[in-house]
Structure formats: C-alpha cells, structure tokens
C-alpha cells in the first residue's frame, strides 16, 4: 500500500448556488488526505470565477492548499473524463442533487454517468456543507471481491485521516446463498445453521483482511462486523441509512453494462437512492 | 437413529387421541360432504369421495400437521357454474386439471400466491361466496327449490319464498320447510347450549341423526309415510360396490374451449386461496406451534384433487372448520386426517341407505349456516372499522363477484385496493418505481440482546409483503425480532393484518415481534390509515357501566378489592395454562383485584376454534398468584365426558387412601407423582367437601371457575369465597410442603 492513495484529486464544478459548499468540501478533504486539488469547470474561463472560487477557498481556511482551476469548453463528461486521466487524478468528487421537499438526494444524469464511466475512484457528496461535519461513522462493505482487500484497506485510511471513530464491516450475505428455503421448522433450522456458517465465514475472511490493516491506521477506530441479509448492492446502502452512516466506501463493480441499468445490481442501486456520501474505490 | 424412535414412539402415543378427533371430524365432514356436493349439483356422494381421498393421500404426503381436507364452502360457486357449463363430466376434467394445475403450484412454491391478494379483497370474495351458497340454499331449505339464472336472483327471491312457505298447498313441502327451519335452529343454538354432554356429538351431526331417528319413528311407531315430500329427500347414495363400478368417465372433449379453461383457472383460484388461508389460520390454532410446509400441502392437495375427480369427486381443498374441530378434540398429527376418511368410508359402507332418510332441506340449512357465516353483518361491521376505504375495497370485490364472476371479483378488489393507495398517497410513482427494489434489510444485532432487526423502506403493501414474508419466515418465532417501518411511507391494512398475526405467533412461541416507527404515521397527515387503529386494541367504552358492573363495583368494595371494567389486552399470564392451550383469549374485563395483584377475578372472552366451527364463550375466572411454586395440574368433576377422554389417552391421576376422591373428581397432571405428594389429606377434603370447581395450576399460580358462563353476582360471591379458601390452603401448605 502506497503512503496515500489518493494524491491528484479533482472536483467537477458549476456555478450554481451550492458552488461554495462544493469548493469548500473539496478543499477540506484535500487537505486532510495531503493532496493537490483540480477544480474543473466545462465551460468558458474568466477572471471573475476563479476570483470567485479563489475567495471561496480563501474562506474555508485551508490556506497551504495548492490547488488549480481548470476551465474547458466541450461535453461534460467526456471532458471531465479526459482530464481524470491527462492529470492522473485518482479521486474525482461529485456533488448530488437534492430532490425537491424530500430529504433524498439522487444524482444527475452526468454525474451518474462519469461514475459509471470514471477509472480512477468517485465521492459522491450528498449534502456538501460550507462548515464542516465530521465525518464520524463510516460503513464499509466487505463483499468478497477482487479489490476488497484495496477498499477495505483504502477505508481505513479514509477513516484515519478524516478522523473517524466507528467503522464498521458489512458482509453481504445474499440469498441464494442460503440454498435451503425455508418451508417448516425443520427447514428453518437448517436454514438457520447454514446462515450462521456463512456468517462465520465471511467474518474470518474479513477479519484476516483487518489483520493486514496498519495498526496506525487502526488506532482509536472503533471497528465492527455485521453480516447483512438482502441483496447485493442494495441493502448496504440501506444499512448505511439506518445506522445514520457518513461515509459508505464500497467496491466498484467489475463492469456496467446497459443491461445492468435495466436490471440494477450494486452500483445502479446506490445511485438510484443515496443513503449518505459514497465513496467508490477503483 | 434415537430421535426417530422417540418420534415413532411419539406418534404411537398419540394414536388414540388422533383416531378419537378423526372420528369426530369424520361426524361433521359426512353431512357436510353431501351438502356442498348437493349444492354444487354434484351427487351428494361426491363429496364425501374427496374428503375420502383427500384424508388419505394428504396424510400420506402433506405437510401440514393437523388440517383436514376435504370438500371446501369456498368452491360452490365456481363448481356450480362449471357443472352447468361443461356438464358433470366436463366438470370432473376440470378438477383433475386444477388438481395437476395446484401440484403445479407447489412445485414453483407459489405458496406464497395467497400474500398477493389484499385482505379485505378476499373477504370480499368470501363473503360473496357466502352469498352464493346462501341464496341457492336458502330455498331448498324452505322447500321452494327453484332454478334460477345468476345468484343475485336467488338472494333476491328469498322474501317471496319466506312468504310463499306459510301457504304450500302439498304438505309434504312444508314438512320440509319445517325440516330445515329446525335444522338451522340446531346449527344457530348449538353454540349458545353449554352442555358438554350435548357437545359430545357436532351439530351437523345432531340434524343427521334426529333426521334419521324421525323417519325410524314414522316408519316404525307411527306406521305412516314419510311426510317430508319425496322429492325433498336425499336421492340415492351409491353403496361400495356401486361407487367403484360407477366410476364417471370424465370428458375432456372441451379441453380445448375458452370456458373450460375459465372453469379451471376459477377452481384453482379458490382452491388455492381457501387452501393457504385455511393452513395459515390452522397453524395458530396447533398447541403445539409448529410451521405447515405450504408447498409440500400444496402439492398433496393438488395430487389429491387428480385422484378425487377420476374417481368422481370434488376438489380436495384445506378447510378451516373440520380442522379446528380436529384441534379441539386432541388431534395432533395428520394420522386423525385419516382416521376422520376411515370413518368415512365406514359410515358409507355401513350407513348408505339410512342416509337416504334425511330431508334434503335439513341438511341444506347446515349450508345456509356456513354460508350466513360467511357473509355475516359483523364481519362487515368489523371492516368498517378498520376503515371506510376498506369497505369500498371489500364491496367492489363482493359485488363484481356476484354479478359478474369469482375471478374478475378478485381482480377487481386488486385493483380497487391498488387505486386506492395511489390515491390516498397522490402518488403512483412511490408503488411503480419502487415495486422491484429489495426494500427489505434483515441483520441479527450485534450489540445488546442480539435480536434480528428488519427494516423497511419506501412501502409495504400487499404487492410487495411477500418479501417482507420471506424475511419474517426465516426469524426462529422463539427469538425476539424488532420490525422497523419508520422510513416505511406507507404500510396497508393486509399488511398490518398479517403482521398482527406474525406477533400473535412470536408471541405464543415464547418470541417477540417488535412493530417500531410507525408512531409518526399517525399523526402524519398524509397517512389517515388504519395504521393507528390495527396495532392497539380498541378502547372499550366504561363511562356507561351496566347494572351487573355496578354490582361489581360495590363487591369490590365489601372485599377491599379493586374494580376496572375496561378491557386488558396483556392477557400474558394465562398463556401458561393447559385450558387455553387451543383457545384463544380475545378480552379480560371487569376485573376485581387486590393491591399487588395477586388476586384477580375478571370476566373473560375467549374463542375456541375457527369459522362455523367458532365457539364464544364469556365466563368468570379467579386467578391466584403464588409466590412458590406448586406442581401443575388440572382438576374437574368426574364426568362421561372425561371417561371418553381417558380411551382417548388421558389418564386421571389417583389418590391413594380417597377412593371417592378419586371417583368424583378427574386430575390430570404431567408428573402425576409430584401431584400425588402434593394432594395431601389437608387438600382433598376441602375439594371434597366444597362444590365442584374446575381449578387448575400453571405451577405458581391457579385458575379456578365454574361454569362456562359468565357469574351472576352470588355466584362471584361463592366463587371468590372459594378461592379465598383454597388459597388459605395452599398458602398453609406451602410450610408442609417444603
């Protein structure tokens, strides 16, 4: 594991009412991950906004900060896309949209899009504050996959440098899994054996990930483990609203295929409905 | 190897008490086969051929533990229109193919199919089931049988023969109008006599054998014909022999007709529906709690009903009634299911000319009852309570099933129900959008008591309970589980229905369902549901006490007692006790207790048993708190009806040196030893010396009472005297004892 994982991170901006709370956001978790922050603009440059965004930086006190704006005429996506990989940005932040008189946030078609599409990882920040939250709750999840050692590992760091105190590990376990349907108590017991093998399984596989954890990393996290019955992708985001999470850090899928939209599986349910701030590992 | 001989040895011990229940149910099913074979213009005999079959191959191959199958009420309807489209023939092709259509479902475990339809959506159906059963009934009863085009005008001609029955010019047809109208007395008043020799023998079974015995005393006392007209007799029932070489030949030549496939996807409708919601009500009525394999039940009805319509029978449905009399007389494994279709096919081969001598309108009035319970004024009553929009729900489905048909009903009160949440909501992208989301999370909790945790999102709804279902289902009902609705924006009447019934069963098996988040629901404007009204009881009114509470007040007083007549719902305390093993307690009210509340006496309603099977009964109990503990027992008066229950397996525990104890009183325990130590001289001489009492210990409290009604103001008087007394003992004994 590399000192940081995150160096270049890079925030998407428009110059709508929410512009402070963004930058300001951007700013902070730059600093706190000890980054250098690109603010892209698709769109034409002038003095006024980067005055604009200068004072805003100016303001949220963060002033070792080195940071960049960027601005560039063209399509949003492919524009943000392009700069993600000419400037090795590894983190890219996104700002949500607040659906009118409800307290549920959803994301835009663009940024829905650049999540599906981005290479490096994604925050998607629900409700970005000119004052800080601290982030103190953070959920993660555990599902076996090929990068859940990296995410697990990124989470910590996360948790560490934005000062976190509670994190806890989720363990998917889907239901067809649970091979035995449960039709009388026999069944049910059977059933319910079986639920508590799983739950044992996935609780060594993720415990022997913690052991690989930094003890530095670990200090003052209060971390736990919980194995979750729903389906995949979509009841971590569930749990994370219930347990009043901050921050849910989850894996990337492998691929998004436009059958995927139609028939949602991880990813698409979490931008459907999003529980909290969501980070995405690449 | 050892857990499969104790649970041969088990069932072997059971036996007895199961043959015993089986035969009782084989009373109440034999003329209620050939009253709903009658009525779906079958002959009579087919219906007793599917209870037959149904109580063999389901006991074999089911998967549920004490329902009995048979002919069910809810098919009537959809047999009646299939017999007058397709023919007898065609009608029995019908049943094998819902038969294999049922095993089918079982296969895909489409057990959950019954959660699709919205409560008050299938009361409706019921109730205009009943309707159909009793406007058809209704005239044969009265001696006016009638043809008629649809069942609304049958319902509506019902005045006319009410008045057309005081002027019959053959006095044969008003025989029988007075053979039904005694008839239907019996069914009605059977309940309301509490006498449990009369009790001994069901009350269909009362019409059959006074039918029987009447015409024995025209025949050979009087020497006169029978004065019912002969038209208004059963017609002949096949013997043995005849039933197997008269086999119908189903046809299937309409295989091919749109209607055919009506008629089958009609009969498995109900049949499925009536199946599921029987098991379902079944389960809460086993003492012993177990879970039913719907799926595994499914498929032995579905093979049941092939084998019943090739042999010339109806389909083999679940049903509520005959099952919960199978509960109440100590069934309790599926060996009574075919105990009750030996019996049948004794009764048969031995009875099948005598039945021959029952009016026709007699036992149709056994029909009208079941009918009328179906579509009673209270069940409507009970709706309207939960709310008006119910009712609209439930009147669409009962009107459109009666004009028009059974299925287009259900699919009317769906889709009734369905609107009506959109429109209360003003929303229909909350039910479409989120319709495919898995809106159901279930961890167990990590912290604290490690109970499972359930949350839901978005709504829950008939539409989508199944999945909430799937996740209750896989809870042990002994652990303690907490249901979380808070971000639940709107939850429907099925479905808090169903929930209350989860609790019920958590909460009998020693578990616990916690309902949380839905106390902002209530005072939520957009939500103006019966949400608040389902989960606490309803309040009882206590600003009018009657003369006997103001009675009660003032014993109340000369006892230094305290007096509360409104209703308590926490009836916890009771559970424990063997009497209310199979009943269930629905209110404890005007109770007079001392301060800590050891001493209670109260008034009580209780129900035994389900639908036409459904007894009432309001009595007056004391209840005794000790601080120490006693062995369990039960003690009544010696009795025929207890000497029936001993051949049935019970055993009276005697005493040695009170022989005449022993002959007057009947004491049943689970360790008849520690109650032969506990029964001391002291003890047996105040139960001999005193008027009989029905006492019985939880092992640290007693219950003792009477009658089983409720007590007049001296009868409370002798009754609290009583305990006071026995209390005293069993206080004083208590330092012997140790």
Redesign the interface.
């Known amino acids: 594991m590399s000192d940081t994982p995150f160096k270049n991170i890079a925030i998407g901006i428009a110059f709508s009412p929410t512009l402070e709370a963004n930058v300001s956001e951007a700013a902070r978790l730059t600093c706190m991950m000890g980054a250098k922050l690109s603010l892209i603009h698709v769109g034409k440059g002038n003095a006024d906004k980067k005055q604009l965004i200068d004072t805003f930086i100016g303001n949220c006190g963060q002033e070792q900060l080195s940071y960049e704006v960027i601005f560039k005429e063209g399509d949003p996506v492919e524009v943000i896309l392009e700069t993600v990989k000419k400037r090795n940005i590894d983190l890219l932040l996104l700002g949500a949209l607040k659906k009118e008189n409800f307290v549920k946030f959803y994301l835009g078609s663009i940024a829905r899009k650049i999540t599906r599409k981005a290479i490096c990882s994604v925050l998607l920040i629900t409700n970005p504050r000119v004052e800080r939250k601290s982030c103190k709750n953070m959920v993660v999840s555990g599902l076996k996959g090929a990068h859940t050692k990296r995410t697990i590992e990124t989470a910590f760091f996360v948790a560490h440098r934005l000062g976190s105190n509670q994190l806890t590990i989720v363990e998917e376990i889907e239901r067809q899994k ?1 091979s035995i ?5 026999q ?3 059977k ?2 054996l079986l ?1 508590e093998k799983l739950k044992r399984q996935e609780e060594t596989r993720v415990r022997r990930i913690l052991s690989h954890i930094p003890e530095e990393h670990k200090k003052d996290i209060h971390i ?8 995949r992708g ?2 971590i985001g ?2 994370a ?2 347990v009043r999470a901050d921050l849910l850090v989850m894996n990337a899928p492998q691929k998004s295929s436009l059958l995927h939209r139609f028939f949602p599986h991880d990813l698409e ?1 979490i931008l459907n409905e999003l529980p909290t701030d969501v980070l995405i590992i690449r | 190897m050892t857990k499969k001989k104790t649970h041969i040895k088990g069932f072997f011990k059971a036996l007895p008490k199961n043959i015993f229940s089986g035969f009782v149910v084989s009373l109440i099913a034999l003329p209620l086969g050939l009253g709903l074979a009658m009525a779906s213009n079958a002959p009579p005999i087919a219906g007793v051929i599917a209870a037959v079959v149904g109580g063999v191959v389901v006991s074999v191959l089911g ?1 549920s533990h004490v329902t009995i199958s048979g002919p069910g009420n809810g098919l009537v309807g959809v047999i009646l229109v299939a017999v007058a489209t397709l023919g007898l023939n065609g009608t029995y092709a019908a049943i094998i193919c819902s038969g294999a259509l049922l095993t089918l479902l079982g296969f895909l ?1 489409m057990g959950k199919l019954a959660d699709f339809f919205p409560s008050s959506a299938i009361q409706g159906m019921l109730a205009a089931i009943g309707l159909i059963i009793l406007g058809k009934q209704f005239h044969i009863m009265m001696g006016n049988e009638m043809k008629l085009a649809g069942s609304v005008e049958y319902l509506i001609a019902i005045p006319s023969t009410i008045i057309g029955a005081f002027s019959y010019d053959n006095s044969g047809f008003t025989y029988a109008a007075t053979a039904g109208i005694l008839a239907l007395a019996i069914m009605v008043f059977y309940p309301k006599i509490r006498n449990k020799y009369f009790h001994l023998v069901p009350a269909p079974m009362w019409i059959v054998l006074l039918s029987i015995g009447f015409s024995y005393f025209y025949e050979l006392v009087l020497k006169q014909p029978h004065p019912v007209d002969p038209s208004y007799m059963i017609s002949e029932i096949p013997t043995g022999a005849q039933i197997i070489s008269d086999i119908p030949k189903p046809d299937f030549s309409l295989v091919n007709s749109f209607g055919f496939w009506g008629s089958v996807l009609a009969i498995t409708l109900i049949a499925s529906i009536e199946s599921l919601l029987s098991i379902k009500a079944v389960d809460q009525l086993d003492p012993q709690k ?7 039940d499914l498929k032995a009805l579905g093979i049941a009903t092939v084998g019943s319509g090739f042999l010339g029978g109806l389909n083999v449905v679940a049903v509520i009634a005959r099952s919960s009399v199978n509960v109440n007389n100590g069934g309790s494994n599926r060996s009574s299911n075919f105990a009750h279709a030996f019996f049948l096919v004794i009764f048969i081969l031995l009875f099948s000319t005598q039945l021959t001598r029952i009016p026709l309108p007699a036992l149709m009035a056994i029909l009208v009852y079941t009918g009328y319970k179906l579509a009673s004024p209270r069940n409507i009553a009970k709706i309207f309570k939960i709310g008006k929009e119910q009712l609209i729900i439930f009147s669409t489905t009962l009107l459109v099933t009666l004009f028009v048909g059974l299925i287009s009903g259900i699919l009317a009160g769906v889709f009734m129900t369905f609107f009506i949440h959109v429109m209360i909501n003003k929303d229909l992208e909350l039910f479409i959008k989120n319709w495919s ?8 909790e ?1 912290r604290g008591d490690q109970s499972y945790y359930i ?1 839901v ?1 978005h709504y829950c709804t008939f539409l989508n309970f199944y999945k909430l279902k799937e ?1 209750l ?2 809870i ?1 009902e002994t652990k303690d589980a907490v249901l ?1 609705l808070s ?1 639940c924006e709107f939850v429907d009447h099925t479905v808090m229905e169903n929930l209350s019934a989860y609790q019920e069963v958590f909460h009998k098996r020693g578990g616990h369902l916690e309902i949380i988040g839905l106390d902002l629901h209530g005072t939520d404007s957009e939500h103006p549901f019966a949400l608040r009204r389902l989960i606490p009881g309803i309040p009882f009114l206590t600003d009018n006490l009657t003369k006997r509470q103001i009675t009660l007040e003032e014993i109340a007083k000369d006892y230094s007692l305290n007096y509360e007549a409104d209703v308590k719902d926490d009836t916890e305390v009771l559970d424990n006790f063997r009497y209310f093993r199979t009943k269930r307690i629905e209110k404890v009210y005007n109770r007079l207790f001392n301060k800590d509340h050891s001493f209670s006496v109260f008034d009580i309603h209780y129900s035994e048993g389900e639908f036409i099977a459904k007894e009432d009964v309001r009595t007056t109990m004391i209840h005794i708190k000790l601080n120490h503990h006693i062995p369990e027992f039960t003690l009544d008066r010696e009795g025929f009806m207890e000497r029936l229950y001993s051949i049935a397996g019970y055993d009276d525990i005697p005493i040695d040196n009170h022989s005449d104890f022993s002959k007057r009183f009947y004491l049943l325990g689970d360790e008849p030893k520690m109650v032969q130590n506990y029964f001391n001289d002291d003890l047996v001489r105040f139960f001999e010396s005193n008027s009989y009492y029905h006492v019985e210990s939880d092992g640290n409290s007693l219950l003792i009472f009477r009658s089983q009604r409720t007590a007049g103001v001296k009868e409370i008087k002798k009754l609290i005297a009583f305990g006071e007394r026995l209390a005293e003992i069993v206080l004083r004994e208590e330092g012997l004892y140790i």
Do not use: C, W
């Open positions: 649970v349907k449960v039709d009388d108590d069944s049910l017991r059933a319910n639920q736990e483990t919980q194995a979750i019955f729903g389906q979509y009841s569930h749990y609203e219930i349910h | 998967g475990r177990r879970r039913s394999n719907v799926n595994r989301k898995p809106n159901v999370l279930m961890f167990k990590k949350h999102k996740k289902n896989a042990p979380d971000l």
